[in-house]
């Protein structure tokens, strides 16, 4: 199995000491605000002194570390707060289906604090406008996209560490993803599997750069 390593956010941004604190899951919608990402990209394009040159690859799993040392940050409108978000995301095949999986920490400041959340989304990349349908998981499935937040959050200074990591399986003979996310500061780790997403259609999945797609095929943030 290979493993790609991808480093993906919005932002710079965080401070050694954690606080977890558990509260009841809840369900909403997060928007962070319209400014384009910031980070690693793989769309399968190599630059070369010959031109651009095309690639391909699958893999049933990719991973993502992000660490962030300090500093201060906002998020416009239609956020207006002091946020931003660190996001793992991947196109999802699944035979004739495509899909794009987020693993996502949300952070915000708290006074010399910072909250961190883990976030899961899943969105139907087959065509424009397409919706969801049956997909399954700890989270909610709104007919738009699928969204599952874990309801621990982590309360921490900087400097701290958060991985993001999404492996393909099958699982009751359907596709689906299982997430992962692991948060460290200088005094605290923890890494966990928080939630598995069935898509309801037959077959297998797998992720992919480069692979003939109405979207542009691309791993990236």
């Keep these: 199995m290979r493993k790609a390593l991808l480093l993906l956010f919005f932002l710079f941004f965080l401070p050694p000491l954690v606080t977890v604190i558990y509260v009841s899951a809840s369900q909403g919608t997060y928007n962070f605000g319209s400014d384009p990402a910031v980070g690693i990209s793989d769309n399968g394009v190599v630059c070369t002194p010959s031109g651009e040159r095309t690639y391909s690859f ?7 570390e992000f660490t962030f040392y300090g500093g201060q940050f906002f998020s416009g409108p239609p956020v207006n707060s002091p946020s931003f978000s660190v996001q793992l995301n991947a196109q999802l095949f699944t035979g004739h289906q495509v899909y794009w999986a987020q ?9 010399s604090a910072y909250v961190v959340v883990a976030v899961d989304n899943l969105w139907n990349f087959t065509i424009y406008h397409a919706g969801l349908q ?9 007919g738009t ?8 959050r982590f309360v921490t200074r900087a400097p701290f560490t958060v991985t993001a990591e999404m492996v393909a399986i099958t699982q009751g003979g359907h596709p689906a993803v299982e997430m992962f996310f692991s948060f460290s500061n200088s ?15 037959g ?3 797998f992720f992919g750069v480069g692979l003939p797609s109405i979207y542009p095929t691309t791993l990236n943030g």
Excluded: W
Aim: no cysteine; charged share 15%; proline share 4%.
């Design 145 to 152: 996209f699928y969204e599952y937040a874990y309801p621990t």
């Design 134 to 142: 049956g997909v399954t998981g700890k989270g909610i499935d709104n």
């Design 103 to 111: 693993d996502v920490a949300l952070v915000k400041s708290s006074g």
């Design 58 to 64: 699958t893999t049933r799993a990719v991973k993502g």
């Design 187 to 201: 005094t605290f780790s923890t890494s966990f599997q928080y939630d598995t997403v069935v898509i309801p259609v």
């Design 203 to 205: 077959g297998y999945s």
